[in-house]
């Protein structure tokens, strides 16, 4: 079982940063990806970022230049920093983290309970 937490959310003016953070915890042997997706109201789940553990990083062409991912692999934690916020980053932002269990090849692909940030006025 592994477990993800996150942290960071809050209420931010537009043009404002914000930073996020997310740990993994339980049984991990190893993680392959972290990353963050986002899901605004009456739309669907989507991805905003994610590194594997080989570095390659991904990013939602809506946020790129924007918000930049870290990866601290010691510490199984992932962080989102988040530049220039506009009112269209308003979404409840989950956690997300794939890997490995065991030597043997046990998969997990597990989720945060979700942050919430609001990008407001």
């Known amino acids: 079982q592994v477990q993800l937490v996150e942290s960071g959310g809050a209420l931010v003016q537009p043009g404002g940063s914000l930073s996020l953070s997310c740990t993994a915890s339980?049984?991990?042997?190893?993680?392959?990806?972290m990353g963050w997706y986002r899901q605004a109201p009456g739309k669907q789940r989507e991805l905003v970022a994610v590194k594997t553990s080989g570095g390659s990083t991904d990013y939602s062409d809506s946020v790129k230049g924007r918000f930049t991912i870290f990866r601290d692999n010691g510490l199984n934690t992932v962080y989102l920093q988040m530049n220039s916020l506009i009112p269209d980053d308003t979404a409840v932002y989950y956690c997300n983290a794939a890997g490995y269990t065991t030597h043997k090849g046990d998969r997990f692909d597990s989720w945060g309970q979700g942050t919430r940030v609001t990008v407001s006025s």
């Open positions: 339980g049984t991990i042997y190893s993680i392959v990806a």
